[in-house]
């Protein structure tokens, strides 16, 4: 069974930074890309972050372009967002989830999501 | 990027057929599949129809997709509502630009 577990959301100052942690099991974690999508309290999914199955290619939303960062550790099986100058825009619930696809550049989609870890931007 | 637009919310009764839309304002909506995930409340997205109209193992056959390029939409489709079909439903496709896009969620409400 896929199983993806977030965690790492906490309440955070403007202005601060925070990594998100995703861990994964049930399937072979190297042979896919993987997400980051996030949905602000009351409001859609917001795709964030893209990642291939080597870490190779990355893609960013204009939203967070220059802010975050994705990676992964395909030996801890995980996925990371260091996410830095947060403003209470950034306040959301945040998944991971996993692509169809190893590579980027797919028209691919999410078939397994995570329960989420909750950020909150806050003074 | 592109935009998809699906109505706020929906509503309709138990047995009855329901039709969610999706439209996409620029380029054409067959040049890369859509998806459909379901939200419940304070639960996680789940897949219920991908690349325009496979379903993922488990999900009903009541629920079924399409699209259609003189409308440039793609559409959900339920029918035989139940109780628990009660939930927001988001389209997605994905840009060319290795971007994904969701549309805004549509709320199904089941009377």
């Known amino acids: 069974e896929v199983q993806l577990v977030e965690s790492g959301g906490v309440v955070v100052q403007p202005g601060g930074s925070l990594r998100l942690s995703c861990a994964a099991s049930?399937?072979?974690?190297?042979?896919?890309?993987m997400h980051w999508v996030r949905q602000a309290p009351g409001k859609g999914l917001e795709w964030l972050s893209l990642i291939s199955w080597d870490g190779d290619d990355t893609s960013y939303a204009d939203s967070v372009k220059g802010r975050f960062t994705i990676s992964r550790d395909n030996i801890k099986n995980s996925m990371y967002l260091q996410m830095k100058s947060l403003s209470s825009e950034d306040t959301a619930l945040y998944y991971c989830?996993?692509?169809?696809?190893?590579?980027?550049?797919?028209?691919?989609?999410?078939?397994?999501w995570g329960q989420g870890t909750l950020v909150t931007v806050s003074s | 990027n592109f935009i998809l637009t699906q109505p706020h919310s929906v509503s309709e009764s138990p047995g009855k057929t329901v039709t969610i839309s999706c439209t996409r304002d620029t380029g054409s909506i067959a040049s890369n599949h859509v998806q459909w995930y379901q939200q419940r409340p304070t639960s996680a997205p789940t897949n219920v129809i991908f690349e325009d109209n496979e379903r993922p193992s488990g999900v009903p056959d009541r629920f079924s997709g399409s699209i259609d390029s003189s409308s440039n939409s793609a559409s959900l489709t339920i029918s035989g509502l139940r109780t628990e079909d009660e939930a927001t439903y988001y389209c997605q496709s994905y840009d060319s630009n290795n971007h994904w896009v969701f549309g805004g969620g549509t709320k199904l409400t089941v009377l």
């Open positions: 989830a996993k692509d169809t696809f190893a590579a980027a550049g797919i028209s691919s989609y999410f078939d397994h």
């Open positions: 049930g399937f072979t974690f190297d042979d896919y890309a």
